[in-house]
């Protein structure tokens, strides 16, 4: 029960684009790390309505899919920033305390992530986490809306991220984050170097912190 009586109190790359007679010079930033990436040399021509396409390399290198929100930012040079948006990236403070409760409370690893990178872990070390890119294996269970849970022993986990060795894990359990019809995100409990098995608990533990999540980026 004690389970249950917590989880009610758990609630770039970037495109820099300069505008010279009408078109459009598009370079490309890595905004974590302070390394400068080179520039594509693409040029896009704005059109009348004011709009420039992102090339289809760019889009699938940086994962930006139809539908995704940008940022647009402007600084003193004159130049239009665009920046992917991560709700979940948003509340990155609120979801590390609140992994770090689920964590102590259920004696699981837990990590929680956008779209694209793990955004919070407890549990195990960060580094081998934070700021990494997700596995396809995640980003399919989170673009379908499905959980996913190792019910047998002979289940196999699926990758945190596109480095994660999932043999660590003895179980697993990864719910979506929906907010606003959309998804956002991710957040899961893993078991490692632990003999207890994620059971029922744990599922209704971590779809109830999926549900607050999204609330909360509802709020």
């Known amino acids: 029960m004690l389970k249950f009586d917590i989880i009610f109190f758990l609630y770039f790359f970037v495109f820099i ?4 007679k009408n078109l459009t010079i ?3 930033y890595k ?3 302070g390394n400068l990436l080179k520039a594509t040399g693409v040029v896009r021509r704005i059109d009348d309505l004011g709009r ?4 289809k390399e760019i889009r699938k290198t940086l994962r930006i ?17 665009l920046k992917k948006y991560s709700p979940i990236g948003e509340l990155s403070e609120f979801s590390g305390e609140y992994a770090e409760i689920l964590s102590k409370t259920t004696g699981f690893a837990c990590v929680i992530t956008d779209k694209d990178t793990v955004v919070s872990i407890a549990g195990v070390p960060k580094k081998e986490y934070v700021d990494k890119g997700i596995s396809n294996e995640l980003e ?3 673009e379908d809306r499905v959980y996913f849970f190792t019910k047998e022993k002979t289940d196999k986990t699926i990758p945190i991220t596109i480095y994660d060795d999932n043999a660590k894990y003895n179980s697993q359990i990864v719910y979506p984050i929906i907010a606003d019809g959309d998804t ?13 098995r994620i059971g029922d608990s744990e599922i209704k533990i971590v779809q109830t912190a999926s549900m607050l999540l999204g609330k909360q980026l509802e709020g």
């Open 184 to 196: 956002v995100g991710s957040i899961s409990l893993m078991s490692i170097e632990n003999k207890n």
């Open 52 to 55: 420039v396409v992102i090339p």
């Open 17 to 20: 684009c300069i505008k010279k």
């Open 65 to 81: 899919r139809e539908g995704d929100p940008l940022e647009i930012f402007t600084d003193r040079d004159g130049e239009v920033i």
């Open 31 to 33: 905004c974590k790390g």
């Open 140 to 142: 399919r269970i989170i």
């Open 26 to 28: 598009i370079k490309i």
